[in-house]
């Protein structure tokens, strides 16, 4: 074989290489580009690993879940909410519900809890905090939302939950999975 001959086997072979590598990435490209995640949903997700984060430190410090205040016999709250639009339809208000200022922002003061809900005071509770400066709503204004009694040793799984962008909480009590167009994690 010649040189010239040699050069253009190559010549053809480096052109069906970059044939094929383009080929390839034609279809590969969009389906990687297409896979990327909103921005919105990630703020979202993290947020909602940040709340759970504070109240699993909350519990571990506490030795408690969030409680009732003012009230003779304190139940354990059924859910707490951020700031932000409360979704219509909240499949965890099965009970009372409060909100995540209240346990995760405020120091709480020694006998005067707050007329919703009250954190154990830091003297015989062991109340550590402030475990989180503030709790904004989700990037769409939505309330995140928190089951927190499946904490307690519930069947259910505990779900830290925001909305989404239709602001309806699709996921049901008790779903293992999340649903519609919801964002959130699971606290363990």
């Known amino acids: 074989m010649t040189q010239s001959s040699r050069r253009f086997v190559r010549t053809i072979a480096e052109i069906g290489a970059v044939a094929f590598t383009s080929s390839l990435l034609t279809f590969l490209v969009p389906m990687v580009v297409g896979k990327t995640e909103d921005p919105q949903r990630v703020q979202a997700r993290t947020e909602c690993e940040r709340i759970g984060a504070a109240l699993r430190q909350f519990v571990s410090d506490t030795g408690a879940l969030p409680r009732e205040a003012e009230v003779s016999d304190p139940q354990v709250l059924h859910w707490l909410r951020s700031g932000g639009r409360m979704s219509p339809r909240n499949p ?21 809890p707050s007329a919703e809900a009250s954190a154990p005071s830091p003297s015989d509770r062991g109340w550590k905090g402030p475990y989180m400066l503030s709790a904004e709503p989700d990037p769409w204004g939505n309330a995140y939302v928190v089951n927190v009694h499946a904490l307690d040793g519930a069947t259910e799984v505990a779900w830290v939950l925001s909305p989404g962008p239709d602001g309806i909480i699709d996921t049901p009590a008790g779903s293992s999975k999340l649903e519609g167009d919801d964002v959130g994690v699971a606290m363990e």
């Open 92 to 112: 965890f208000a099965d009970g009372p519900g409060g909100e995540l200022r209240t346990f995760l922002s405020e120091e709480p003061a020694s006998g005067a």
